[in-house]
């Protein structure tokens, strides 16, 4: 198995702790399975600035494959930040180099390569999932706090769903049951500090199984 980060990668930057670090959900994800012993990659783009070449410093650090990870002129995504107590506060999003980012034709033949894709609504790679699907590569898809609307079109193309909710209530269950009948063998959700949520199943069987991690 070969997992890749495919899409977003970003700087959070907290100005009141004069700190930065490189992160993203692709990239959370693919050095964690780097530090399993997981071959990963990381397809994205990060700009000409202080803040890419750190991105690249730390994925080399911790083993990643940064051969497609294109470096363009100018600045690397960033999210300003602050904090409520122990929990992040997204505050804005500058999407730098990111906002124009677009797989090439070779970034498209190294996906196919793995075994496995993360990605999210900021990767500005939906329109690729079909493809990579049908040749075989599963798909972690992380839709965060959007639950509602916007995931309907892409959950037939997911195959592992993540969405992120503040408590659990009939509403986030009733959710999960409607999300995977689209499509995802798995639909997780996460719950801060009151844990997690994952439904599995064959969403064409009418029946799922609940369970708490």
């Known amino acids: 198995m070969r997992v890749a980060g495919v899409g977003f990668n970003c700087m959070d930057i907290y100005d009141n702790l004069q700190r930065y670090y490189p992160t993203g959900n692709s990239v959370d994800f693919i050095i964690h399975m780097s530090r399993f012993g997981i071959q990963s990659s990381m397809i994205s783009a990060v700009g000409t600035d202080k803040h890419g070449e750190l991105m690249i410093e730390v994925l080399r650090r911790e083993n990643v494959d940064v051969s497609h990870l294109h470096v363009e002129e100018g600045d690397t995504a960033i999210f300003k930040m602050d904090l ?11 999407a730098g180099v990111m906002e124009n980012f677009a797989l090439t034709d070779d970034d498209i033949a190294f996906v196919l390569e793995h075994g496995m894709i993360h990605t999210n609504l900021s990767g500005n790679i939906i329109e690729w999932l079909p493809r990579f699907r049908a040749s075989g590569v599963l798909v972690v898809f992380d839709f965060t706090t959007k639950v509602n609307s916007i995931p309907e079109p892409i959950l037939p193309d997911v195959d592992y769903a993540f969405f992120s909710y503040d408590q659990d209530d009939t509403r986030i269950l009733e959710y999960m049951k409607w999300a995977q009948a689209l499509g995802p063998r798995v639909v997780v959700v996460t719950l ?18 609940l369970r708490f991690l």
């Open 84 to 94: 409520n107590g122990n929990d992040r506060v997204h505050k804005e999003k500058l």
């Open 192 to 209: 801060g500090r009151k844990g997690a949520l994952r439904m599995t199943g064959s969403p064409f069987s009418g029946r799922a199984s």
